[in-house]
């Protein structure tokens, strides 16, 4: 009975050893890869020091396609126009090509004072040409900063020349005009680009968020908060059923212990 077990227990290490090196051999087959990026600070340009927060994540599935969650993350709403989100810059060291395919409201996000129709792939720009600040040469915007001209994740793109369609949590109670009349997400865009090959997470650094509709208005700098490697989930369901997760982490504890 003892030598029936230990040659069960030997066959699913055998497999689980098998499937990880698959892992390691095929990355951008089985591992969905994330970077995610948050800021936060005081608006100081509007003179009554409103905070300000935002996240970012980039999603990059292995197989050509990279995903930019953007969301306006601050308490208690937008006051004024430089409280609107409206851009997220970056450096991108890749040199491979990265074209715009599509934009959309988030999840349960919603679009204050939404006209009769609309295309938000006409109201925001991907750009991998900027002469950005801080040396960032990659952005999306739906305003133009002297960096944009016009939406391009749908053809006809309109011009990105103000704050609307930007990104806010809400509108406060006492918030101008300017921002109770405005056209924006609430609150998070989710925006698809397709990249060329050789793509990595790893060639995007330096993120910066940026609000209102000038370079001189708040930018928050991304500070890294997550990423790496996640097996995939039918891999992970595929190493419990078989008792593969508890066997390949007895294994690599038993060849620990041979090193001491």
């Given at each position: ?149 016009s939406g391009n994740f749908s053809p006809g793109g309109n011009p990105t020349d103000g704050m609307n369609y930007g990104i806010i949590s809400g509108v406060n109670g006492a918030a101008n005009p300017a921002v109770n009349g405005g056209i924006f997400a609430l609150d998070t865009m989710v ?70």
């Open positions: 009975m003892m030598k029936i077990a230990f040659m069960a227990n030997f066959t699913r290490t055998v497999i689980c050893v098998a499937l990880v090196s698959g892992l390691l051999l095929f990355p951008g087959a089985s591992q969905a890869v994330t970077l995610s990026f948050t800021g936060s600070g005081t608006n100081t340009y509007s003179g009554n020091s409103n905070p300000l927060s935002a996240g970012v994540v980039f999603d990059y599935n292995g197989a050509g396609l990279l995903t930019v969650t953007l969301q306006n993350t601050v308490a208690g709403g937008a006051y004024v126009p430089s409280d609107v989100l409206t851009s997220v810059l970056w450096t991108d060291s890749s040199g491979v090509s990265i074209t715009p395919s599509s934009a959309a409201l988030g999840a349960g996000s919603t679009l204050t004072n939404a006209p009769g129709s609309y295309d938000l792939g006409k109201e925001w720009e991907y750009s991998g040409s900027i002469s950005g600040p801080s040396g960032t040469n990659s952005g999306i915007s739906t305003s133009g900063l002297g960096l944009f001209g925006f698809t680009l397709s990249v060329g090959a050789g793509f990595n997470l790893s060639s995007i650094s330096n993120v910066f968020f940026q609000y209102g509709t000038a370079l001189d208005e708040p930018r928050l700098t991304g500070v890294p908060g997550g990423g790496g490697g996640v097996p995939e989930p039918g891999l992970v369901a595929l190493l419990i059923s078989m008792g593969g997760g508890g066997t390949f982490v007895g294994l690599k504890r038993r060849l620990s212990l041979r090193k001491l």
